[in-house]
């Protein structure tokens, strides 16, 4: 693969790695690379960490043209929701996973049953907002009430919504009851749209010796609005890991 000079330090570093880089500077290559070289060792096994289905497949084409059978078996593209489910499922912590049109209803639901003076579309907010913390409690920000009747709604039904699935993981690998993923190497891309729950899991796994490389741009945080930690998810990995940083432009 065709690298730059800077592309080609973040390919061969060791140890946990972070890489800041603007839109077109090539992240997501620089990525792929980095997982070609480590799979080169015979008792590698990567998971990619991507935020939609639709990028982790890509992922999985580029790979599975640039390495040989076995380092595609010692590598897998997913996203945090699906490595999350994965691990709850292995450890029998798994409930149903609640569809968008069960969520909504039990939303609405929720709404009416706190006698919410705000707007329906504010409860939407609210559940997002709440949802994303790992141990949710009122901060100020409207809605908790809304956020407690949907919760015990997902609990009568016994029911799951995509962040129970982080946040399970996050506590069960706290609590030994759930096992990290079985990797040497955590890679992930667009780091910076991570929030609370996704660092705390990605910590997990650094205290089970895994080596984890975050690739992002700290200016754009496309999910800020939900908790998405940008420059300071950066900030927080670097003083908890040691990483070694790297900047990159086009």
């Keep these: 693969m065709s690298l730059n000079l800077k592309q080609q330090k973040v ?14 500077s090539g992240k997501t290559h620089t990525l792929v690379a980095r997982c070609e ?11 990619m960490v991507t935020f939609t289905r639709a990028s982790s497949l890509e992922m999985d084409e580029r790979m599975s043209s640039l390495v040989s059978s076995d380092g595609a078996k010692r590598h897998k593209a997913a996203t945090f929701h699906s490595f999350a489910g994965h691990q709850i499922k292995r450890a029998g ?3 149903r996973l609640i569809s968008p049109g069960e969520q909504r209803n039990l939303i609405i639901r929720a709404h009416s049953i706190a006698r919410s003076q705000r707007p329906t579309q ?5 559940i997002e907002h709440y949802s994303n913390m790992l141990k949710p409690e009122e ?10 009747e949907y919760r015990a709604l997902l609990d009568r039904y016994g029911m799951q919504d995509f962040s129970d699935l982080s946040r399970e993981a996050v506590n069960g690998m706290r609590k030994k009851r759930v096992k990290p993923l079985n990797v040497t190497h955590l890679l992930v891309d667009e780091y910076q749209d991570s929030d609370s729950i996704q660092l705390a899991w990605i ?18 945080s496309i999910y800020g609005w939900r908790g998405g930690l940008g ?3 950066f900030r927080s990995f670097q003083q908890k ?9 086009a």
Aim: charged share 25%.
């Design 11 to 24: 390919k061969e570093a060791e140890g946990h790695c972070l890489v800041v880089a603007i839109p077109g």
């Design 241 to 249: 890991t040691g990483a070694k940083a790297y900047w990159s432009s």
């Design 93 to 95: 912590l798994r409930k």
């Design 139 to 148: 901060d100020g920000f409207h809605g908790f009430d809304v956020f407690v």
């Design 231 to 233: 420059y300071q998810g």
């Design 203 to 220: 910590m997990e796994h650094v205290k089970a010796g895994i080596w984890v490389t975050v690739v992002g741009d700290d200016d754009q």
């Design 122 to 126: 504010d409860a939407f907010e609210s």
């Design 37 to 47: 070289h480590l799979l080169k060792a015979p008792d590698t096994r990567i998971a």
